[in-house]
Antibody, heavy 120, light 110 residues
Framework: QVHLQESGPGLVKPSGTLSLTCAVS?????????WSWVRQSPGKGLEWIGEIYHSGITNYNPSLKSRVAMSVDKSRNQFSLNLTSVTAADTAVYFCARAKGWPQRDFDYWGQGALVTVSS | QSALTQPASVSGSPGQSITISCTGT?????????VAWYQKHPDKAPKLILYGVSNRPAGVSIRFSGSKSGNTASLTISGLQADDEADYYCASYTSASTLVFGGGTKLTVL
């Protein structure tokens, strides 16, 4: 069974950098899947942040592109998200997810989500 | 990219059918058969219930069905059950090779 687990600080100061890691088990991150980050701000809908392939190829949401960077660590079977210059608007539950196909990106496995609060 | 348009809320009684719409443009919903639907219960991860407009993943009830006409995709849930009460999100591939979600629809089972 495929399992994804987010980890990282739950509190980030304004103007700082949000960093999260998604550990994958039950599947190889070096396979044919793409790996995404999705967030949900309090009381709002889902927002796709971007994705990464094991080769390092990335695609980002244009609205976040200038602040987002994703990376993959094949030796640890995990991938990461960095979001810079955060504000209160970046407070959200962040999910990592596996896309079972590309380019359609149907997410068949998700992490349980990690709440990140931006506050001083 | 703008979020796809969904009704904020829908409701129905147990046993009834409801339909949730998801409206986009020719650059997303209308241009590709790459529309997925997710069910999300509070404090839970989203669950994929339809992909490729109308395909159900293994284990998803046949009560969930999907269709598309022009720039609008639709999710129909038949034989409503209490556990269907959740938020539902559509998602579509876009011509910019990105993914866009709908704003979400809260389903209330009366």
């Amino acid at each position: 069974q495929v399992h994804l687990q987010e980890s990282g600080p739950g509190l980030v100061k304004p103007s700082g950098t949000l960093s999260l890691t998604c550990a994958v088990s039950g599947a190889s991150i070096s396979g044919t899947n793409w790996w995404s980050w999705v967030r949900q701000s309090p009381g709002k809908g889902l927002e796709w942040i971007g994705e990464i392939y094991h080769s390092g190829i990335t695609n980002y949401n244009p609205s976040l592109k200038s602040r987002v960077a994703m990376s993959v660590d094949k030796s640890r079977n995990q991938f990461s998200l960095n979001l810079t210059s955060v504000t209160a608007a970046d407070t959200a539950v962040y999910f990592c997810a596996r896309a079972k196909g590309w380019p359609q990106r149907d997410f068949d496995y998700w992490g349980q989500g990690a709440l990140v609060t931006v506050s001083s | 990219q703008s979020a796809l348009t969904q009704p904020a809320s829908v409701s129905g009684s147990p046993g009834q059918s409801i339909t949730i719409s998801c409206t986009g443009t020719t650059n997303d919903v209308g241009g590709y058969n790459y529309v997925a639907w997710y069910q999300k219960h509070p404090d839970k991860a989203p669950k994929l219930i339809l992909y490729g407009v109308s395909n159900r993943p293994a284990g998803v009830s046949i009560r969930f069905s999907g269709s598309k006409s022009g720039n609008t995709a639709s999710l129909t849930i038949s034989g409503l059950q209490a556990d269907d009460e959740a938020d539902y999100y559509c998602a579509s591939y876009t011509s910019a090779s990105t993914l866009v979600f709908g704003g979400g629809t809260k389903l209330t089972v009366l």
